[in-house]
């Protein structure tokens, strides 16, 4: 009985003592910083701000889209801390997702920053969440601005005519799909032509097809017979012609001003 006795206070001194140690070690952490707490004037100021630059695809309330994602539950805005994350991206745009950079002065940025995190901190949205985009979120252009970077700056004509592929355009595809299809063409519709190949190899020969599958190691294409021929990319020279090239490089080049105002000019080609 003695023994046992021994035994429990043994054990117990061990428990205290480590309860002890774990106590001097929590209150020898540095306390968390506490998030950032915005002013309701800043959160309305970046309200309208975020509708009107945003909302076309993450939803005017900044819980997702048909296209974009709830950002209240994006990994981007739970490690943001005053907008050094979600600055760089809003700036420097995501142009393989189709998101343009966005130019917008700092206090318009800490303002969009301040609303999702506070819509963020207020929200009892679903993960992984779709909303619908309402076309009031995609009637913020100007196409009398936009009709001048189709035939000018942008470049457009060389591809495309208002008279031509892109007649009666507005009629056939509205709202968040003519949008699409206008940054990523193979994004939603009846996909465009595959690009056209020409596959030069070591012996001077050249091969000619459609594009049937590329990564960093190989190259496949169907050629005039029908037939898929694969080679590994080291070892041949390849030339490639793909219209939608011109697309991805126009993502990049976008201002978010400029790719509402050629979807309002698109708007009106009825």
């Not at 800043?42 to 005017?60: E, I, K, S």
């Not at 793909?242 to 080609?269: E, R, S």
Request: with cysteine; hydrophobic share 35%.
């Amino acid at each position: 009985m003695a023994r046992m006795t021994r035994h429990l206070r043994f054990s117990l001194t061990i428990a205290a003592a480590s309860l002890v140690g774990v106590t001097l070690a929590a209150q020898s952490r540095t306390p968390a910083a506490k998030p950032p707490v915005y002013s309701p004037k800043l959160v309305a100021q970046g309200q309208p701000l975020f509708a009107a630059h945003c909302g076309f695809c993450h939803g005017r309330d900044a819980m997702g889209g048909e296209t974009g994602p709830d950002l209240t539950r994006s990994s981007v805005v739970a490690d943001d801390v005053k907008g050094d994350k979600i600055g760089p991206v809003v700036k420097m745009g995501r142009p393989d997702k189709g998101m343009p950079p966005i130019s917008l002065t700092d206090s318009q940025l800490q303002a969009i920053v301040a609303f999702v995190h506070d819509t963020r901190d207020n929200s009892g949205a679903v993960l992984g969440a779709r909303r619908r985009v309402s076309d009031e979120d995609l009637r913020t252009g100007d196409a009398t601005a936009g009709r001048s970077y189709f035939e000018g700056t942008g470049g457009c004509v060389k591809c495309h005519s208002a008279t031509g592929d892109l007649a009666n355009v507005a009629d056939r595809l509205q709202g968040l799909e003519l949008l699409q299809r206008m940054l990523h063409p193979r994004s939603t519709g009846k996909a465009p032509d595959p690009a056209k190949v020409t596959v030069t190899l070591p012996s001077g020969q050249t091969v000619a097809g459609k594009l049937a599958f590329r990564d960093e190691f190989f190259i496949a294409i169907k050629d005039e017979q029908g037939w898929q021929r694969t080679w590994p990319l080291k070892s041949v020279k390849t030339t490639i012609e793909d219209p939608m090239d011109a697309h991805a490089a126009q993502v990049a080049k976008y201002t978010d001003g400029d790719m509402h105002n050629v979807l309002a000019y698109l708007q009106t080609l009825k």
